[in-house]
């Protein structure tokens, strides 16, 4: 059994190596600063990501010892991430590449790893796409319920096709701002196809998709039947989703301001104990969107994605 343990937390790892761009992906707008962009890889170009990559930057861990074990596992990752790819649903609210942040060296034509877990900016068939937190703090009068649809109606899709998602968080939600803004969820099926390959050689490193967790994550680890771990992975997807909302509308990740946790550890632990019935209403959202969203935190059986659909419809 992998362990949870939080005080074995370690930082995330920073690979250094280059990436290689297209022209079109190193298209910045003007006047941003500092420079940052996005790579977006399909099923075709996924497997020339560097097996460290994989193993620490999309599974948000850190090898404790470089071993065999560790080099081999990756391109088994890799095949199951293109088998799922291949099964996507085809729709525009699911991005069927895979989106990993990257960041521009100022004045030189280079551009070196970043993380997955604040996708800023990418470029998306050639649309500029920016992740939905980014995109609210410069559009801050844009309503939200239709964006909010758009991704409760593609989580609807995945788990139909019974695909999960599991790594649900603003980070990868992303927004096309040419034109009307359309919200895609990115990086479907990273966590869980990282976790099924993930050696025994590596600990649990904290990043902000912590912060959207269901306390019940960790009762995954107990359950060995195939159609119980889909069905808490559905249930998961849904948490994490409600909790997005939250941060969509607050403008924040939960529990950002709440001086009581001043560090991520503090807020994570807090999360996986209490969960997030201790969030405020944040002012703009509609109460009966806030009751979904205390319904899925209080664990309420009859809660589903339908629940959350027909309430951002009835507030378009």
Known sequence: MKSTDLRHVMKPYNPSAALRVTRAMQHQVKGESPLSGC???NETTLSSLPPDFLLN?????????????????APKIVQLIVDQL???????????EFAVEQEA????????????SDITNAVFNGKWCMNILVFLSRYPHAKRAPLILQIANGM???HEADIVHRSIFPGNILINDTGAPFAMLANTGIYPAVQEFLPTTVTVS???????????????????????KLQLNKK?????????????????????NDRTLPGLLQKVTYVMLQGHCGLQKPVVMPDGLWDVLQ?????????TIDEVIRVCEANL
């Open 105 to 116: 060296v100022p004045d030189r034509d280079v551009r070196v790893e970043g993380t997955m």
């Open 39 to 41: 790579a977006l890889y």
């Open 57 to 73: 930057e999309l599974s948000h861990k850190r090898s404790v010892m470089s071993n065999l074990e560790d080099t081999q596992c």
């Open 236 to 256: 998961l997807d849904l948490y994490s989703l409600t909790v997005s909302i939250y941060s969509i509308y607050e403008g924040a990740a939960p529990f950002q």
């Open 295 to 303: 319904r899925c935190w209080k664990d309420d059986p009859s809660m």
């Open 206 to 228: 904290l990043s902000e998709h912590d912060l959207y967790k269901s306390p019940k994550s960790n009762d995954l680890e107990e359950i060995t039947n195939t159609i119980e």
């Open 156 to 158: 609807k899709l995945l």
């Open 86 to 96: 291949k099964r996507l649903p085809n729709d525009d609210s699911i991005c069927r």
